[in-house]
């Protein structure tokens, strides 16, 4: 790889390297590609997570309104949407937030991925023992016998702390011995959370991939420990996309339709891909072409941006370009992109765009002001899309979307925020009024 090279022949990625906002658009959208899910991992998924309800329904009263399901509504934002408009530039069409910064258990988007991965591996270990069947009520894992069982077993994750916080916390609750490796973007107040729950936290100095490589190198050689692995994990992935199953009746609900004449657009932050990649896999594979994903990153850790511009995907690191990775979002503080996603994106995302850090505050104290929603700030990050896509006039008339914006539903996906401590929120939002 030649870095010069490529600077000289990317404009896009020469913006990158100089900390500009950058918006990319796919010109691979939509093409054939060899995609290695389908509807049916969804579908398994799904199932899992159905029979984990009952399980989950007790160990999380916070669930039990929703029968253990762990599930975020989808809620218009009408009052906000002038104020962002007034903010960002005009789009048309309605404007959607998706709470998954209320998700039940741990207060992000994690809580999806991160817990189903670990039910995952609850349920095998539980069935290789002979002592769980798929038609037993799975309420029976809160009894001594298999947490004594799961003592035996432990869990480990690098982290930059919201997957840290999901794994951490349904692990312990399982009963596995569970690490969590914390990168220095990590906030003190998810370790405090984390002891208090008896999870190991080890803190690293340097950045997320350093505390994946740690968490990757704990695990070898012990067969009894399993590694997430956020820079591949199918089922992290999976688990993700069991979102999209789940916000069919949403969109039935809200009057949202998703057809030629009627685009939906989604804009989701976007750290390794893991997370956004699984949710836009479910997306795609459900709503097809008519529903748009657009990925947002901090201008400070462009890394999915990055790789899928180049086509170099995991190939190539914002360190590469001379990208520092030091952002306020530090959900989104990741340097290189997800092995797994990076390829699957290529031709399901529509597009990329970065914001500066400086703007995610803003943004945080209007969507408190005019709605009283509170998110953190990684999940700000996503706010420029609508009015980037409107303002895409090239891109709207090639995919012929020119004259039906006026039909269009906005959605915003909120990543995280109602773990964040009062006190710390109320930091963000006093920088966000200055
Ligand atoms: C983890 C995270 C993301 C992005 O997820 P990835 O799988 O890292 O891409 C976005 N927002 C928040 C708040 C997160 O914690």
């Not at 009052?79 to 039940?104: A, Y």
Request: hydrophobic letters at 40%; proline letters at 4%.
């Amino acid at each position: 790889m030649d870095v010069n090279e490529i600077m000289k022949n990317n404009s896009l990625v020469a913006d990158m390297a100089q900390y500009k906002e950058v918006f990319w658009i796919n010109p691979d959208s939509g093409k054939d590609a060899g995609i290695p899910f389908g509807m049916k991992d969804i579908e398994d998924a799904e199932a899992r997570l159905a029979r984990f309800a009952p399980y989950l329904a007790k160990a999380f009263p916070e669930t039990a309104c929703s029968g253990g399901i762990i599930e975020s509504e989808l809620a218009e934002i009408g009052r906000m949407k002038p104020v962002l408009e007034e903010m960002t530039g005009h789009f048309g069409g309605r404007l959607f937030i998706k709470l998954d910064s209320n998700l039940p258990v741990s207060g992000s988007i994690k809580a999806r991925g991160g817990i189903y991965e670990v039910l995952k591996f609850a349920e095998k270990v539980a069935m290789d023992q002979g002592l769980l069947t798929w038609e037993d009520d799975y309420s029976i894992l809160l009894e001594d016998r298999f947490k004594e069982l799961f003592s035996r077993y432990s869990v480990a994750v690098g982290s930059t702390g919201n997957l840290g916080l999901s794994i951490g916390i349904i692990s312990a609750k399982l009963g596995f011995k569970v690490t969590v490796h914390m990168s220095a973007d990590a906030r003190q107040w998810k370790k405090d959370l984390l002891r208090s729950k008896g999870v190991i936290v080890i803190e690293y100095p340097e950045d997320y991939q350093v505390a994946v490589a740690q968490g990757r190198k704990e695990a070898e050689g012990d067969p009894m420990c399993h590694f997430v692995d956020d820079e591949g994990s199918a089922d992290l992935f999976l688990g993700y996309s069991v979102a999209a199953k789940r916000i069919i009746s949403q969109f039935e609900a809200n009057n949202i339709t998703v057809d030629e004449d009627h685009p939906v657009f989604v804009y989701i932050p976007c750290g390794v891909g893991g997370a956004p990649g699984g949710v836009t896999f479910g997306l795609k594979e459900i709503f097809g072409e008519n529903l748009h994903v657009f990925f947002a990153e901090p201008t400070h850790a462009p890394c999915m941006t990055l790789g899928l511009a180049t086509g170099l995907h995991d190939g190539i690191a914002c360190s590469d370009i001379g990208v520092d990775g030091m952002t306020d979002a530090d959900g989104l503080a990741v340097g290189r992109a997800s092995r797994l996603v990076g390829s699957i994106m290529e031709t399901l995302l529509d597009g990329c765009y970065t914001i500066g850090d400086e703007k995610l505050y803003p943004f945080l104290a209007a969507l408190a002001d005019s709605e009283n929603i509170f998110i953190e700030p990684s999940s700000c990050a996503s706010f420029t899309g609508p009015a980037l896509v409107a303002q895409a006039a090239d891109y709207l008339a090639a995919k012929g979307l020119t004259d039906k914006m006026d039909n269009a539903a906005h959605i915003l996906w909120a990543t995280g925020g109602n773990m964040v401590p009062e006190s710390e929120m109320k930091a963000y939002y006093e920088r966000g009024k200055k």
